[in-house]
Nanobody
Framework: QLQLVESGGGLVQPGGSLRLSCAVS????????IGWFRQSPGKEREGVSC????????YYKDSVKGRFTISRDNAKNTVYLQMNSLKPEDTATYYC???????????????????WGQGTQVTVTS
């Protein structure tokens, strides 16, 4: 049974940066796909990024391409989401999720992911 714990959220001004971490326990990362999702009050959860660890393939939502980068540290069993040039519309609770070796796609949805963290809050405001 996987356990995922997000950290690294906080309050940041527009244009600033944060790095979110998703620490995974219960298995190694090498056979899992990790997705990052976010949800704002009154809105549905949306996919932000994804990495299929077995081959390193990645996906990014169009609005974050060039600003966000997903990466992993296999030794620490942790996946990161580096977020640069943050905008107020990036404000949300961010969640990481995992499922065994599924493919990332251009339409990233919650449905295939069976394991979820509790989320970390990101607030971008002046």
């Amino acid at each position: 049974q996987l356990q995922l714990v997000e950290s690294g959220g906080g309050l940041v001004q527009p244009g600033g940066s944060l790095r979110l971490s998703c620490a995974v326990s219960g298995s190694t990362l090498d056979s899992y796909t990790i997705g990052w999702f976010r949800q704002s009050p009154g809105k549905e959860r949306e996919g932000v990024s994804c990495m299929r660890s077995i081959d390193g393939s990645t996906y990014y939502k169009d609005s974050v391409k060039g600003r966000f980068t997903i990466s992993r540290d296999n030794a620490k069993n942790t996946v990161y989401l580096q977020m640069n040039s943050l905008k107020p519309e990036d404000t949300a609770t961010y969640y990481c999720a995992a499922e065994w070796d599924i493919f990332c796609s251009s339409y990233l949805t919650e449905t295939p992911f069976g394991s979820w963290g509790q989320g970390t809050q990101v607030t971008v405001t002046s």
